[in-house]
């Protein structure tokens, strides 16, 4: 299934039902007073978040939804039967707003958090409500209210708590497998990762964090190269990102200058991105002459502190799980 994390949709509530004009017809009693019944109530558009969407694929084929209308009163002072609500299940991390103004109405975080977006109109008054000691037989009732409608904007964010970044090909979704029980595609060649993936990863060192991996960036994605920085909106929500180095591809002469452009497209997207605290973990140390290569970072680093792992192997993963754990525990982020 296609990764959709946009969508225009349109909403439209339930009509409210129409007010009764009626009047009592029984025998014996000629002039019967008025006993139309109420209208119903216009159904309500919610949207609910659920953790069983991950995409807002459904909405490329259906784009608009109606809750039911009220029904109209009937004689014998019968309300009309209320509209049905309609649910409209959403992926978590889905930021619903107003198409035409842009403003945000709601951002739905959790899992089976519900939010009304569209109000039902209410239903009209029969006649019976109308009758006063002056106006024993009103002829009138009132319509039912419009249900409210909306064009609205999708827009997913994925919420996670960290992100793993870094070139295509680094080992970001190795990783994300050796952490987690999410299973992404791993390839040797770059942009395997398409669309970001998710993964839980419990831990010993306290609450399960949520993981995710998000196809590479190259050295001018923030002017479209490579998959662009389509994908980065994914990880604006987490609290730490992981930056992957693939050890065998750092340069001898400019260990760093891997490192520095992935930071550089971070800050051409954000200013907020960048300032994420970062992880900065080289992978693949089991390949030969990693381990020369880490250390011609460590000198050129001065000081910037980093792992090794290999993602592969499983070697040093437990270590970096403990470190992520440890700074999502402290409250500066
Ligand atoms: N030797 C070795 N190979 C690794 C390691 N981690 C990943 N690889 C290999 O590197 C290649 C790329 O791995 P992926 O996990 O697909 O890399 P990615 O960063 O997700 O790549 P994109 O999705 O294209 O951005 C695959 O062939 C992996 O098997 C490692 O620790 N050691
Ligand atoms: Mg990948």
């Known amino acids: 299934m296609k990764f959709i994390d946009e969508a225009t949709v349109v909403v439209q509530a339930g009509n409210g039902g129409r007010g009764c004009v009626s009047f009592r017809r029984e025998r014996f009693i000629p002039k019967g007073g008025p006993d139309g019944g109420d209208g119903g109530n216009g159904g309500d558009v919610i949207m609910a978040a659920t953790a069983h969407k991950r995409t807002l694929y459904d909405f490329r084929f259906r784009k608009h939804f109606e809750a039911q209308n009220g029904a109209a009163g009937q004689s014998s002072r019968k309300t009309g039967r209320d509209g049905e609500d309609l649910i409209i299940p959403v992926p978590v991390g889905t930021i619903v707003s107003n198409a035409e103004t842009g403003e945000i109405l709601k951002d ?13 109109g209410r239903g009209g008054q029969g006649n019976t409500r109308f009758k006063t000691a002056t106006h024993r037989t009103p002829r009138f009732a009132q319509p039912g209210e419009p249900g409210e409608t909306l064009t609205l904007k999708l827009d997913l964010k994925l919420i996670a708590d960290v992100g793993i970044m870094g070139f295509p090909n680094a080992g970001k979704s190795t990783l994300i497998s050796a952490m987690s029980s999410a299973r992404p595609k791993v390839a040797d060649y770059p942009f395997t990762t398409l669309s970001p993936n998710l993964g839980v990863v419990k831990h010993p060192w306290g609450e399960p964090f949520v993981v995710a991996d998000i196809p590479g960036l190259i050295e001018g994605a923030h002017t479209g190269a490579g998959l662009g920085i389509r994908f980065l909106r994914h990880i604006e929500r987490t609290r730490l990102l992981v930056h992957l180095i693939d050890a065998a591809a750092v ?37 030969a002459g990693a381990d020369v290569a880490a250390e011609l970072f460590q000198m050129a680093a001065g000081g910037l502190p980093f792992l090794t792992i290999s993602a592969a192997a499983g070697t040093g993963i437990d270590r970096l799980i403990k470190t992520i754990a440890l700074r999502l525990n402290q409250p500066d982020i």
């Open 108 to 120: 739905l975080t959790a899992d089976g958090e519900t939010f009304t977006i569209a109000k039902g």
């Open 251 to 287: 340069d001898p002469d400019t260990p760093l200058s891997r490192h520095a452009a992935i930071n550089r497209e971070l800050a051409r997207y954000s200013e907020h991105l960048a300032a994420k605290p970062q992880i900065v973990v080289l992978n693949k140390m089991d390949i």
